[in-house]
């Protein structure tokens, strides 16, 4: 069983920046696709960003094109997005995901992702 933890959410004003880290609990999922995904209050799970395994295999949310940037850190065993120039529209809990599937092309929706971290806070205040 994939177990996901996330975190390096908080609070920070509006053109902030803030880091967040998903661990995985096995190296078997370095061949998957893994993902950021958020939920603010009274919205539905909206996808953020993805990769498969460098960063030529990246996608990102229009939303956050040109602000956030996904990694993995293969020697840690993490996931990270790097959130620059913030906004109070970026407040969500941010959830990190991964696909069951090995070597298959990050999918945009909830469902392409079999494996889900509990979530972390980012509150950006304006």
């Known amino acids: 069983q994939v177990q996901l933890v996330e975190s390096g959410g908080g609070l920070v004003q509006a053109g902030g920046s803030l880091r967040l880290s998903c661990a995985a609990s096995v190296r078997t999922i370095s061949r998957n696709a893994m993902g950021w995904f958020r939920q603010a209050p009274g919205k539905e799970r909206e996808f953020v960003a993805a990769m498969l395994w460098s960063a030529d295999s990246t996608y990102y949310a229009d939303s956050v094109k040109g602000r956030f940037t996904i990694s993995r850190d293969y020697a840690k065993n993490t996931l990270d997005l790097q959130m620059n120039s913030l906004k109070p529209e970026d407040t969500a809990v941010y959830y990190c995901?991964?696909?069951?599937?090995?070597?298959?092309?990050?999918?945009?929706?909830?469902?392409?992702?079999?494996?889900w971290g509990q979530g972390t806070q980012v509150t950006v205040s304006s």
């Open positions: 995901a991964a696909d069951g599937a090995r070597n298959k092309t990050p999918g945009r929706k909830v469902d392409d992702y079999d494996y």
